[in-house]
């Protein structure tokens, strides 16, 4: 029989080896992840630059290698995988050369080149007409965020009056026409326009091209919604102290805010007040109402910075 001494060692010797044998593999499972890391893998590019619609082709495609740790999601490692035999594939967002092809860049196999497939959850895709005014000179371009303006005549209790109201905010355009250029490479101006709406918004786009002229206007990206929007119409189009022109409020001017406001009303209420002297209310008063009224001479208040002075003026 073994001593005590010698079944001591034994397990000692036994409890070692496992130690060993599970550094050993720790160290080997790391290098060989390091070597996975450090490798690279074929990645399928563009080998030409390919518009929304472009078919998928061996000759549009090559495959360069990609660091391992940098392989973009949704890349494609062969060409079976992104070409299979007899389904096309067509380009659903513009790429350039060498650019990553990805699932989400291109038509499911066998599917047409339907900008459905870039549609998220619950959006709609709506198109509208626009001209080269309307449409921002053809500036606008897919994937950039517009407001929708629509432009109608109301008609009041004489006559009609045109208005024109903000109908969406921060649409984002997902196509403008089919083409870009015309068959001889010139410029095509865009005539349609296709916005990712809401359901309910897709309704409004839709009565508002049968009841008006639809706008567009760029807006720069990632800029907030304006809570507070007004119906502009024909009055507005006047620049008058007294009415149409819409001034802001004092917050949005700085500090001269109430200096402006305050100044507008004591103005408005001078010219009130000199239009009732010089009608008949002069007529109806005695000899000594009118030199005291011809003794008064009216003033002027005229602010610098957020000092006011009055000044008055007439012979």
Do not use: C, H, W
Not at 8 to 19: H, N, P, Q, R, Y
Not at 30 to 50: E, H, I, N, R
Not at 256 to 270: D, K, M, Q, T, Y
């Amino acid at each position: 029989m073994m001593s005590r001494q010698s079944m001591i060692a034994l397990g000692v010797a036994i409890v070692l080896g496992l130690f060993a044998v599970y550094i050993a593999n720790v160290y080997i499972t790391g290098s060989k992840k390091q070597a996975d890391l450090g490798g690279t893998t074929k990645v399928a590019v563009a080998s030409v630059p390919m518009a929304y619609g472009t078919e998928l082709t061996p000759d549009k495609v090559r495959f360069v290698d990609y660091p391992n740790a940098s392989i973009p999601p949704g890349s494609f490692t062969n060409a079976g995988q992104l070409m299979p035999v007899n389904q096309k594939r067509f380009a659903l967002l513009p790429m350039g050369i060498n650019e990553p092809i990805l699932a989400t860049k291109i038509s499911a196999p066998g599917a047409g080149a339907s900008i459905a497939a870039l549609l998220p959850d619950g959006m709609r895709a709506a198109t509208v007409r626009i001209d080269d005014v309307s449409g921002v000179a053809g500036f606008i371009q897919p994937n950039d965020s517009v407001d929708v303006l629509i432009t109608r005549s109301i008609q009041g209790a004489q006559t009609a009056t045109q208005v024109t109201d903000v109908l969406l905010q921060n649409a984002r355009v997902i196509a403008i026409d089919q083409e870009a250029k015309n068959s001889d490479g010139t410029p095509k101006v865009a005539r349609t326009a296709t916005l990712q709406v809401a359901p309910l918004d897709a309704q409004k786009l839709a009565l508002g091209q049968q009841s008006g002229s639809l706008s567009l206007v760029l807006r720069k990206p990632g800029e907030q919604n304006n809570p507070v929007v007004e119906t502009v119409s024909m009055n507005d189009l006047r620049f008058n102290m007294y009415g149409g022109a819409r001034y802001p409020a004092p917050a949005s001017v700085g500090g001269f805010g109430a200096a402006v406001a305050n100044s507008i009303e004591r103005s408005a209420a001078l010219v009130a007040s000199t239009n009732a002297q010089g009608t008949g209310g002069s007529r109806r008063s005695g000899g000594a109402k009118k030199t005291k009224r011809a003794a008064e001479k009216p003033s002027v208040e005229i602010y610098r910075g957020t000092t006011s002075n009055q000044y008055k003026v007439g012979g």
